[in-house]
């Protein structure tokens, strides 16, 4: 029997040219969390399934989680979210460590979804969330850390918007005022989760089999029309929902304040898959027209440590897919060619001769912090330059036997074809000319 060479389904295999975007990617989140004083976490690949059954939702758990029984009976998921990890490990030194935390990680999850453009059976997943943080200053700070990271990708208010709507508010709407049981009320959401995705005709079909009355449905669609933050204002003024339930005046207030008017909108259909957030919900979504999805999903939390017998601590996160990530940068033109890797310098020699010289001079490069390529085998002019090429080396050297003979090495830069012999000795100035 012959095995199929092709990736478990929904799975990729990351070749270096694929790698090479996604650890671009990864770079840019590493950067972005450290300047805002986040500190790197790592969690296990592995968790009980109770973990995701205590808060993430039935969704996730019936539908999306890998399962299996262990050797020691215990019922193990892969991890499809990191979020429950790690509050589980906030909660382990929730007690001495100074508030804020502020952490972030990158983890790969997988969940057994239907693949399809933008989502995949593993992904990877920049996470960053804040413990402890003030009311709507911890919300702010996660935006400004999301749209500080699109922006070093070149983009702007113009790529991506921030959609924003608040649990309290859509529990409030659906139990308060159109009197609704949880359970309904829980199913109403799952719904308006899908409002998106759905055509109008079918939304308002699904809508029906829950037999609103006159004064509910009126209510609800009056809801669903909410388009700005100034329509927001009127709907809770007009319905008396106070600042008990959603605090938007400060939120709005802090929107100016932050200069974040431009990327953030209010969605009345942002409610979020999981059960933990009890606050802000929020959704990045593309602005270009094939690629109108959601690139990253978050959202305020305040009870999640509870489960593990500690008290409430508010938790803010996000959570942002390096597929979507991917595919945003992608419809905007944003993904720099990195078809072939890069390298500072491609050494070569052209006799045997040349061997123990060209491997001496590596070495004394990449101690200077150049990335050197040698061939292992010495090489004719004319391959070498086309092999440079490929390799995406900056500068070539090629030592023939003249110049082993009279100590020096000639460098030539491929991009500006500026050629200059140095003395081989000469460190300090043949690291300078490469690396300029
Ligand atoms: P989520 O909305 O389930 O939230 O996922 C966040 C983001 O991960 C999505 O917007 C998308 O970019 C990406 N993503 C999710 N599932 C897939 C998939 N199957 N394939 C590709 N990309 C995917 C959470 O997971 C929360 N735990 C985030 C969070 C952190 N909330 C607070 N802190």
Not at 274 to 289: A, C, N, Q, S
Not at 342 to 362: C, E, V
Not at 393 to 402: E, F, G, P
Request: one cysteine or more.
């Amino acid at each position: 029997m012959t095995l199929s060479k092709l990736p478990y389904k929904g799975t990729r295999d990351l070749f270096p040219s694929e790698k090479r975007v996604q650890n671009f990617l990864f770079e840019k989140m590493h950067t972005t969390a450290q300047l805002f004083g986040y500190e790197p976490y790592d969690g296990p690949l592995l968790e009980e399934v109770d973990l995701y059954r205590a808060k993430s939702g039935e969704e996730l758990v019936n539908e999306q989680i890998y399962r299996f029984i262990d050797r020691g009976e215990r019922e193990v998921a892969i991890r499809p979210e990191m979020t429950p990890t790690l509050a589980r490990m906030v909660a382990q030194i929730n007690r001495e460590a100074p508030r804020p935390i502020r952490w972030y990680a990158i983890p790969n999850l997988m969940r057994y979804e239907r693949p399809q453009k933008g989502r995949l059976r593993e992904h990877w997943q920049f996470n960053v969330d804040i413990f402890g943080g003030k009311e709507n200053l911890a919300e702010f700070e996660i935006f400004s850390l999301a749209i500080t990271l699109l922006q070093s990708f070149g983009a702007n208010a113009s790529h991506f918007e921030i959609l924003v709507n608040h649990r309290k508010l859509v529990d409030c709407l659906l139990k308060d005022k159109m009197k609704l049981s949880d359970e309904v009320a829980l199913k109403l959401c799952k719904l308006l989760d899908r409002y998106k995705k759905l055509p109008e005709a079918a939304f308002l079909e699904q809508l029906n089999v829950f037999n609103l009355s006159k004064d509910q449905e009126g209510l609800f669609l009056e809801y669903l029309k909410l388009n700005s933050f100034e329509n927001l204002q009127l709907f809770l003024d007009a319905h008396q929902i106070g600042s008990a339930v959603w605090d938007f005046k400060t939120f709005f207030q802090m929107a100016k304040e932050f200069e974040l008017t431009s990327y953030l909108h209010y969605d009345p259909t942002i409610v979020r898959g999981l059960d933990y957030y009890t606050g802000i919900v929020f959704e990045i979504f593309d602005k270009h027209p094939d690629n109108r999805r959601a690139l990253c999903g978050g959202g305020a939390y305040d009870r999640l440590l509870e489960i593990f017998g500690e008290k409430p601590l508010p938790g803010v996160g996000l959570g942002l897919g390096d597929v979507t990530l991917k595919d945003f940068l992608q419809s905007h033109g944003l993904l720099p060619d990195m078809s072939r890797p890069t390298n500072d310098i491609l050494l070569t020699f052209q006799l045997d001769g040349g061997m123990a010289p060209t491997m001496r001079l590596a070495q004394a490069l990449r101690a200077q912090g150049v990335r050197v390529l040698t061939t292992l085998e010495a090489l004719k002019l004319n391959k070498i330059f086309p092999l440079a090429e490929k390799r995406g080396a900056k500068c070539v050297s090629i030592l023939d036997d003249q110049e082993l003979i009279a100590n020096k090495v000639a460098i030539k830069n491929l991009k500006t074809a500026q050629q200059v012999t140095f003395d081989l000795h000469d460190l300090g100035a043949i690291t300078k000319f490469i690396m300029d």
